[in-house]
């Protein structure tokens, strides 16, 4: 748990630092950010895509993992969850699921448990103390965290919550996971990720298209139970 507490800190201590320059940055400065960390995102995600050795099962797994997402209504509650803590703890007059709030908490909660470090640096620390890896995607999302919360405001800073509960979950099951997920389910897990991420990209930094990224989550988990039912023939 230690490296998510890290984790957890850096993300803090940047959106802290983006909150306090973020007034004193010209709003189409501030657009034009937004704009450069969507397109690297979008990079970001299609190199992970490329790590898949079969896009069929990718294919599936976002397929499967929409359907499931929208059954639950991960999206939704995400946004609810957003807005509560909105209507908490800012005061921006600009309110609900499109707020500048809740867009800061969506996009960084999606960009920051959304990849291969979230996952394999939790089960490494969870297993044996190895916080390595969290320290270096803490050291990014540390820096990614001040371009947000530069444009976005106080909403990217509260993902810190969820990073808590997704990392900190995964550094506790890391035991299981680790005897559980092969290379093959890693590879198309991290695939799936990337698309995921290409989404974020294109619906909430570019806004090109709406899309309920949230509800491709599940995906995440579809991808290697894919994998392993077909190694079963």
């Given at each position: 748990?230690?490296?998510?507490?890290?984790?957890?800190?850096?993300?803090?201590?940047?959106?802290?630092?983006?909150?306090?320059?973020?007034?004193?940055?010209?709003?189409?400065?501030?657009?034009?950010?937004i704009?450069g960390?969507?397109?690297?995102?979008?990079?970001?995600?299609l190199?992970?895509?490329?790590?898949?050795?079969?896009?069929?099962?990718?294919?599936?797994?976002?397929?499967?993992?929409?359907?499931?997402?929208?059954?639950?209504?991960?999206?939704?509650?995400?946004?609810?969850?957003?807005q509560?803590?909105?209507?908490?703890?800012?005061?921006?007059?600009?309110?609900?699921?499109?707020?500048k709030?809740?867009?800061?908490?969506m996009?960084?909660s999606?960009?920051?448990?959304?990849?291969?470090?979230?996952i394999?640096?939790?089960?490494?620390?969870?297993?044996?103390?190895?916080?390595?890896?969290?320290?270096?995607?803490?050291?990014?999302?540390?820096?990614?965290?001040?371009?947000?919360?530069?444009?976005?405001?106080?909403?990217?800073?509260?993902?810190?919550l969820?990073i808590?509960?997704?990392?900190?979950?995964?550094?506790?099951?890391?035991?299981?996971?680790?005897?559980?997920?092969?290379?093959?389910?890693?590879?198309?897990?991290?695939?799936?990720?990337?698309?995921?991420?290409?989404?974020?990209?294109?619906?909430?930094l570019?806004?090109?298209?709406?899309?309920?990224?949230?509800?491709?989550?599940?995906?995440?988990?579809?991808?290697?139970?894919?994998?392993?039912?077909?190694?079963?023939?």
């Amino acid at each position: 748990m230690t490296g998510t507490f890290i984790n957890v800190a850096a993300i803090l201590i940047g959106g802290t630092i983006g909150l306090f320059f973020g007034s004193r940055i010209p709003e189409r400065f501030k657009n034009t950010v937004i704009a450069g960390m969507g397109l690297f995102t979008a990079a970001m995600g299609l190199e992970m895509f490329l790590e898949s050795k079969n896009s069929l099962i990718v294919l599936g797994a976002l397929i499967i993992g929409a359907l499931l997402g929208e059954w639950i209504g991960i999206e939704d509650g995400l946004q609810s969850f957003g807005q509560m803590l909105e209507k908490r703890f800012s005061s921006d007059s600009e309110t609900g699921s499109g707020s500048k709030f809740v867009r800061g908490f969506m996009v960084s909660s999606l960009l920051f448990c959304i990849g291969p470090m979230a996952i394999l640096g939790s089960i490494q620390d969870g297993l044996n103390g190895n916080y390595e890896m969290l320290a270096v995607k803490s050291t990014l999302d540390g820096f990614a965290a001040i371009a947000f919360a530069s444009t976005l405001g106080v909403g990217v800073m509260f993902s810190s919550l969820i990073i808590l509960v997704y990392q900190g979950g995964i550094s506790l099951l890391a035991g299981q996971l680790d005897a559980i997920v092969t290379d093959p389910m890693m590879a198309e897990l991290i695939a799936t990720g990337g698309v995921i991420l290409m989404g974020v990209a294109v619906s909430n930094l570019l806004e090109l298209k709406k899309i309920r990224v949230g509800n491709f989550l599940p995906a995440l988990a579809v991808a290697p139970l894919i994998v392993w039912i077909l190694s079963l023939f």
